[in-house]
């Protein structure tokens, strides 16, 4: 169970650092709508881990 919840983990912030480094290089007028989506994979993961 620790490794199933250490390997989502993992897949977060993989896709967090991407949103959030390699992402404004490409759309740089999309701050807002890259925020967004950050805080909406963040809700995610809290979903996914807690409840």
Avoid: H, Q
Wanted: charged share 15%; hydrophobic share 60%.
């Amino acid at each position: 169970m620790f490794l199933k919840n250490l390997k989502n983990i993992f897949i977060y912030f993989f896709f967090f650092f991407f949103f959030y480094f390699f992402l404004p290089f490409f759309f740089n007028n999309n701050k807002i709508k890259l925020k967004s989506i950050t805080k909406f994979l963040f809700i995610g993961f809290l979903i996914e881990n807690y409840f």
